[in-house]
């Protein structure tokens, strides 16, 4: 399943949460340098224009964040109760 | 008027300052300086990505130096990024860090000639105007940039020692000192003061940036675990009589300064002590980051500088200051203002 519907299984009640985690993993993660240029460029537009807790932004964040730390993306999306999608990313 | 800027060193990825700059601005800062290291990624080249994301905050090289760029070059980048941000950058320029000057085999000689003729070649310059000057460091004859730049860019002279103090106060249009410890800001404005004198200005015509090593955190001991690094390494590069005026030996810096040299982090961090934290950074909780920033403001600080490292989580610090730091002092200007 492509991570556009993937994003679009996440509610919007946690949307805010989601973002705010993958956004800690992004930025915090010894494997930082992994983000392609031009994907950091789309997360810092939407950054900049506060959609980065939109369908959208988390889009963008889970790919980066699944390029960056996969293991740690998968733990958070289950500490916020979102299984069905772990089992889908790890099915990919 | 109380504002406050911040410090990114771009050791870290482009987009990471790009990020941590947006939020800056979206969080209420005024002035984002970005370092300038030849070893670190290039001040100008992250700045001009800083422009295209940002809308609002000032921006600019905090600080660069005229032995590694001459400043004519200096001028053309700021005249430059002000035309990419028009009226929002700032230009913060001082002797440079010894350390890396010397990597290169630079001596900042004569630094009060030097600082002197380049904030007049990069005043003039960047105003576009043609200069024709013979000093005793730089000779311009008949130099003009090619386009007509923006407006007039501030330029903040960096500076420590009573001479620079003075200079920076009678040719900058601000100073940013490098200090963290109210006693020090006090003493600088002795020296700030003989400077507006000479130059017949007023000190309200003066930005008073403190330039401090910051660190803010809910627990008190992350907080200082942050900021220990960066206080090793202010005190390694510290001159002699500052240290005496602190009570550090001069054997204690050394052996701090051999340990960082000889790559025992360990040994140089265990040196340091709560005194030297004190002295060195505003570092704490935001209580006690709030207290230590009321005493800057009550010497004559006009900006404080929320430097290298912010603190342990740079993201959740840069929106701790502004959800429990700034509100004190933005309530208190209202007040003031009523």
């Not at chain 2, 003493?187 to 660190?215: C, P, Q, W």
Request: aromatic share 6%; charged share 25%; glycine share 6%.
């Amino acid at each position: 399943m492509a991570l556009e519907k993937i994003a679009r299984k996440i509610p919007s009640s946690s949307w805010e949460a989601t973002s705010e985690k993958l956004i800690d993993i992004v930025l915090n993660s010894p494997n930082a340098n992994k983000m392609p240029s031009g994907l950091a460029k789309t997360i810092l537009y939407y950054w900049q224009r506060d959609q980065l807790a939109t369908e959208i932004g988390l889009q963008r964040l889970l790919e980066a964040s699944m390029m960056i730390d996969p293991d740690k993306t998968t733990s958070i999306l289950k500490e916020l109760g979102f299984q069905e999608l772990v089992t889908v990313l790890e099915n990919q | 008027m109380i504002s406050f800027g911040i410090e990114f060193v771009p050791r870290d990825l482009y987009w990471k300052t790009t990020f941590y700059a947006i939020q800056a601005e979206k969080t209420g800062f005024n002035t984002l300086w970005v370092t300038d290291h030849f070893n670190n990624r290039n001040v100008y080249v992250s700045l001009a990505i800083v422009s295209a994301y940002t809308d609002k905050i000032r921006f600019g090289p905090g600080v660069t130096n005229p032995y590694m760029a001459h400043p004519i070059v200096t001028a053309q980048a700021v005249a430059t990024l002000n035309e990419i941000s028009p009226g929002r950058v700032v230009c913060g320029l001082g002797v440079g860090d010894r350390t890396t000057l010397e990597m290169v085999n630079m001596k900042p000689s004569k630094p009060l000639a030097t600082i002197r003729e380049s904030v007049k070649i990069i005043r003039e310059i960047s105003l576009g105007n043609n200069l024709e000057m013979e000093g005793k460091i730089f000779t311009v004859s008949g130099a003009k940039l090619n386009f007509k730049p923006n407006s007039r860019i501030p330029i903040f002279v960096g500076a420590q020692g009573p001479k620079m103090l003075a200079l920076a106060a009678e040719i900058g249009d601000g100073v940013l000192i490098n200090a963290s410890h109210p006693h020090d800001i006090k003493n600088a404005m002795k020296h700030i003061e003989e400077g507006i004198t000479r130059a017949h200005k007023s000190l309200v015509d003066l930005e008073i940036a403190a330039y401090t090593s910051f660190s803010i955190a809910k627990e008190n001991k992350k907080a200082v675990k942050a900021v220990i690094p960066v206080v090793a390494y202010i005190i390694a590069g510290c001159p002699p009589p500052v240290l005496e005026k602190h009570g550090i030996s001069l054997e204690t810096a050394d052996r701090i300064r051999n340990a960082i040299i000889r790559g025992k982090w360990k040994d140089a961090f265990i040196l340091i002590t709560d005194e030297m934290i004190e002295t060195f950074s505003i570092c704490g909780t935001p209580e006690k980051v709030v207290e230590k920033i009321s005493k800057l403001i009550n010497v004559g600080t006009t900006q404080v500088v929320a430097g290298s490292p912010i603190g342990p989580n740079i993201r959740k610090s840069i929106n701790m200051i502004a959800l429990e730091v700034f509100p004190h002092f933005k309530d208190k200007e209202d007040k003031d203002n009523d």
